[in-house]
């Protein structure tokens, strides 16, 4: 179950990466927060005492009022064309996100977080593999006019560092702090994206 939430959202996710600038993206999909909190406000007794505090909801409102700011107050930003899809594709994979989050905080208190999520790695590599297959030209990552060696070690470590090492530790998260603490901390990852896209892409 697990293996199948986490395929079908990376693959929406990554169409709406094509679609939208990278910070940009990375604010769109802070709605996660809203659909996770709402959907373990009704499943989880102890999360709803945290969601219930006014210290989390001033915080929580804070945080999202500022993601809505960057947003309509950039002058370049203009809701149209790719921008318009990628942003509804972005918002199916916060949906998505969410009830993959709720699914594994349910089993966080009777699994162990790092084999959990091994086990469902290896699920979603295998039913990602067949629209891979589909879809072809596995090869353009050994050509190297398309994808020389600074390509094929972000494709690595993205899949080694950014997706196993950083879904492995979220695990725990959700196992230790619960649902609501970690997208909490998680609203900080769009200024981290911002940052990165700059330095890497040059254009956040």
């Known amino acids: 179950l697990l293996g199948g939430m986490l395929a079908v959202f990376q693959m929406v996710w990554v169409y709406g990466v094509w679609l939208v600038p990278a910070s940009y993206g990375a604010l769109v999909v802070r709605s996660t927060m809203i659909f996770s909190l709402t959907m373990s406000y009704f499943l989880f007794a102890e999360e709803r005492r945290h969601i219930r505090s006014g210290g989390f909801l001033a ?67 295998a039913l990602l593999s067949i629209p891979a297959a589909v879809e ?45 603490y970690s997208n909490m901390i998680d609203l900080a990852a769009p200024f981290l994206t911002g940052l990165f896209a700059w330095l890497v892409l040059g254009d956040a």
């Not at 002058?75 to 969410?98: C, K, P």
């Not at 009830?99 to 084999?115: D, N």
Request: aromatic fraction near 8%; charge should be neutral; include cysteine.
């Open 136 to 180: 072809g030209r596995l090869e353009v990552m050994w050509d190297r006019q398309v994808s020389d060696w600074k390509v094929q070690a972000a494709v690595v470590s993205s899949g080694a560092l950014c997706i196993g090492a950083t879904n492995a530790l979220y695990y725990q998260s959700l196992r230790r702090i619960g649902l609501a």
């Open 59 to 125: 915080c929580a409102l804070l945080g999202l009022l500022a993601v809505v700011g960057i947003c309509v107050l950039d002058d370049d930003f203009e809701l149209r064309g790719h921008l318009v899809a990628g942003t509804a594709i972005f918002l199916a994979s916060s949906l998505l996100w969410s009830v993959y989050e709720v699914a594994v905080r349910k089993l966080a208190g009777r699994t162990s977080p790092l084999p959990t999520f091994a086990v469902t790695v290896l699920v979603t590599t």
